[in-house]
C-alpha cells in the first residue's frame, strides 16, 4: 500500500505548488495578488491528484485479474487431466468387460472433456485456418462452391419434398428391365463401335499429319541436297579453271593435267543428278574443254584460230576432256542441254526426253537404244557433210568431214516418239540409219526413206 500511495504523490505535488507559488509572490514583490491566479493553481492541484488515484485503482484491477486468471488455469488444467484420464480408463474397461454402460457413460465424459481441452486451441486455429481456405481458394472459387453445393441440396430437396422423387421411383415399377437391358447392351454397342470410329478417325489423323510433316522433311532435304550439290559443282568448276589454266588465264593442258580434269569429271558426274550434269556439261562445251583443240605437234599446246578463239580439228584435234562413257546410261531428262558439243560421246541407253537439244552437237555420237521422246530436236547436228553420203561411225573407217561419210550418229533402236521441231534432214537420216524398231516412233513417218540399217 505504500507503493500506492507514493504513486500518486499528493505531498509533492502540493509542495511544488506552494513552492512555485511562494517564487511567484517573490517575484511579484509587493504587487497585489489576484484571486483568479490563486483559483486556477487550486483547480490543477485537484485534477492531478484525482488522475493519480485512478491510475492506481486501474493498475490495481488489472493486477487482481491477472492473478484470478493465473489462479484458474493453475487450478482448473490439473483436474481436467486427471479427469481425463479417469474418464479414458473408465472407458477402456467397459470395452474390456464388454459393459455398454460403463462404455456410454465413459465415452460421454471422455468426449466432453476432450472437447473442454481442445476449445481454446480450436478456437486459436479459425483464424489460421480461415487465412489457409483464403489462400487456397480465391473469394470467385469459393462463390462457385456454394453456389454449386446449394444447386445440389436444392434439387435434393425438391425431389424429396415436391414429391417428384416419388414419381420417379414409381414410374421404375412399370419398366421392362429386361428389355432395358437389352437395350442398354445395344446402346453399349453402339458406344464401343463409336469408339471405335473415333479411334480409326484419330489414327487417320494422326496418320496424315505424320504424312506431311514426313513430305516437309522431305523438302527440306531435297533444299538441302539441292544446295550442297551447287556448293559441290562450284567448287569443281574452281578446280578445273586452276587446274588446266596458267596464271595468264592460257590453256596449259598437259596430259597428266586432262587425265586428272577427266578422273575429276567422272567422279562428279556419279555424285550429281540430272540437273547437275546438265550444268557441268553447259560449263565444259562453253569452256571449249570439250571440243577437239588444234594442237602443236611439238609441244601439245592449244593453236589460236587468229579471231580471239582457239582453231577446231575435228579430225585430229585434242579434247581438255574427253567424256568417253561418263553419260552411259545417264539421266538426262527434263533438262537444258542447249549448244552443248556432244560429239564421239557414248550415250547407250542414256535418258534423253523432254530435253531441250537445240543446236546440240551429236555427230558420231552413239546413241543406240536412247530415250528421246518429246526432245526438242530443232538444229540438231546429227552428220556433217551431205546427207545423201552420211553415215553412222565405224570402229575401223576414219570420219570424212567434208562428204559426211562416218561422221554421223549412230540411232540405232533409239525413240523419238513425239520428238519436236525434228527437220527433214535429221528425219532422213534417221530413218535411214535407226533401223526398222525405231522408224516406227519417228514423227513423220518414214514411208518416203530406205532403210540403210538392213535391219
Known amino acids: 500500500m505504500s507503493k500506492e500511495s507514493n504513486s500518486s504523490y499528493p505531498p509533492e505535488d502540493n509542495s511544488d505548488q506552494n513552492l512555485q507559488t511562494d517564487n511567484f509572490l517573490d517575484g511579484l514583490g509587493d504587487n497585489e495578488i489576484t484571486e483568479k491566479i490563486l483559483a486556477e493553481q487550486d483547480a490543477l492541484s485537484a485534477i492531478s491528484h484525482l488522475q493519480s488515484h485512478h491510475h492506481s485503482d486501474v493498475l490495481k484491477s488489472d493486477q487482481s485479474s491477472g492473478n484470478v486468471v493465473s489462479n484458474y488455469q493453475s487450478s482448473v488444467k490439473p483436474r481436467a487431466l486427471i479427469s481425463t484420464i479417469l474418464a479414458i480408463a473408465l472407458t477402456s474397461i467397459g470395452i474390456i468387460i464388454n459393459n455398454p454402460f460403463l462404455g456410454i457413460l465413459g465415452t460421454l465424459v471422455t468426449l466432453g472433456l476432450s472437447i473442454t481441452m481442445l476449445l481454446p486451441w480450436i478456437i486459436n486455429l479459425l483464424p489460421w485456418l480461415e487465412a489457409k481456405f483464403k489462400k487456397w481458394f480465391s473469394p470467385q472459387e469459393i462463390i462457385l462452391l456454394l453456389g454449386l453445393i446449394g444447386l445440389s441440396v436444392s434439387i435434393i430437396g425438391l425431389l424429396k419434398f415436391t414429391g417428384v422423387g416419388e414419381i420417379i421411383l414409381s414410374l421404375g415399377k412399370f419398366i421392362n428391365w429386361d428389355a432395358s437391358g437389352t437395350l442398354a447392351e445395344w446402346f453399349g454397342a453402339l458406344g464401343q463401335i463409336s469408339i471405335a470410329v473415333v479411334a480409326v478417325y484419330v489414327a487417320w489423323r494422326q496418320y496424315i499429319i505424320s504424312k506431311d510433316l514426313t513430305i516437309q522433311q522431305n523438302q527440306l532435304t531435297v533444299q538441302q541436297n539441292i544446295i550442297t550439290q551447287q556448293q559441290t559443282i562450284d567448287s569443281y568448276f574452281q578446280g578445273i579453271s586452276d587446274l588446266v589454266l596458267d596464271e595468264e588465264g592460257l590453256l596449259e593442258d598437259w596430259p597428266q593435267e586432262r587425265a586428272i580434269a577427266e578422273g575429276r569429271t567422272a567422279a562428279i558426274f556419279s555424285s550429281v543428278d540430272g540437273s547437275g550434269k546438265a550444268k557441268i556439261l553447259r560449263f565444259l562445251s562453253r569452256s571449249k574443254l570439250l571440243t577437239p583443240l588444234k594442237r602443236d605437234r611439238r609441244l601439245g599446246r592449244a593453236i589460236l584460230d587468229g579471231v580471239g578463239g582457239y582453231a577446231e580439228d575435228r579430225l585430229e584435234g585434242v579434247r581438255v576432256i574427253d567424256l568417253g562413257v561418263m553419260l552411259a546410261g545417264a ?16 550415250l547407250v541407253r542414256a535418258n534423253l526426253s523432254g530435253c531441250d537439244l537445240v543446236k546440240v ?35 575401223i573407217h576414219p570420219p570424212n568431214y567434208d562428204t559426211g561419210e562416218h561422221t554421223g550418229a549412230v540411232v540405232e533402236n533409239a525413240d523419238f516418239s513425239k520428238a519436236e521441231r525434228m527437220s527433214d534432214s535429221v528425219r532422213r537420216y534417221c530413218c535411214a540409219w535407226c533401223g526398222e524398231k525405231s522408224r516406227k516412233t519417228i514423227p513423220g513417218g518414214c514411208q518416203d526413206v530406205e532403210n540403210l540399217l538392213g535391219r
Do not use: C, M
Not at 531428262?333 to 560421246?345: C, G, P
Open 331 to 346: 539421266d538426262l531428262s527434263k533438262t537444258d542441254l542447249r549448244w552443248i558439243d556432244l560429239s564421239e560421246a557414248n
Open 361 to 395: 552437237n551429236l555427230s558420231r555420237t552413239i546413241l543406240y537404244d536412247a530415250n528421246l521422246r518429246n526432245a526438242d530436236l530443232n538444229g540438231v547436228r546429227f552428220f556433217y557433210g551431205y546427207l545423201q553420203k552420211a553415215s553412222p561411225r565405224s570402229r
